[in-house]
């Protein structure tokens, strides 16, 4: 689905970054990635359900082999503000014992959730855990979380599509588009 498909839809209030601009920085990230972990075994954690389209997008750009797996943890119940206290929903397939982990985010505003994940995987002893993000909202982090890798820094608004939805709609959206606020007030 297209920004040209939502035109008409009352709920999304403009396109906010456009699917050629997501895939030109992933395609930075993965050199950067690449660079950083040349010569190394690396697992990509995504985070279900919304670092589908990143992680995918991500690990096509990367010009290696990686091993995916994916985990599903939750903090937000039915709302759109994180709750604090986390679940796990899905844990790993793989033994993260002495690998080289990069968690794969589609967002992080809070940060409450990644910080809880970081310390979960790093208690699995890996050789290193390291983030990477498409979206940080640095207004709205209540947690310092180490972040390496930076897709884009958007300000504290609600945003949609390319993985991220509002009540599982508008995932499949190309672009990440703002929603309207009278949709979720």
Request: glycine share 6%.
């Amino acid at each position: 689905m297209d920004a040209k498909q939502i035109e008409g839809d009352l709920a999304l209030d403009q396109t906010y970054i456009a699917e050629a601009d997501i895939q030109a920085r992933l395609r930075e990230l993965a050199a950067e990635i690449a660079r950083d972990y040349e010569g190394e075994d690396l697992l990509l954690v995504g985070v279900l359900r919304g670092a589908v389209m990143v992680m995918a997008d991500l690990a096509r750009a990367l010009d290696r082999d990686v091993e995916m797996d994916w985990m599903a943890v939750s903090s937000y119940g039915s709302g759109t503000t994180s709750s604090g206290v986390v679940r796990i929903l899905k844990d790993l397939d793989s033994d993260l014992t002495g690998r080289h982990v990069l968690i794969v985010e589609d967002i992080i505003d809070s940060g409450l959730t990644l910080s809880w994940l970081t310390t979960n995987l790093r208690s699995r002893k890996p050789a290193s855990v390291e983030i990477c993000t498409l979206l940080r909202k640095p207004e709205a982090l209540k947690m310092v979380v180490d972040v390496k890798y930076v897709g884009f820094d958007i300000p504290n608004a609600f945003v949609v599509g390319y993985g991220l939805d509002y009540d599982e709609r508008y995932r499949n959206l190309r672009d990440i588009a703002t929603l309207a606020p009278h949709v979720y007030a």
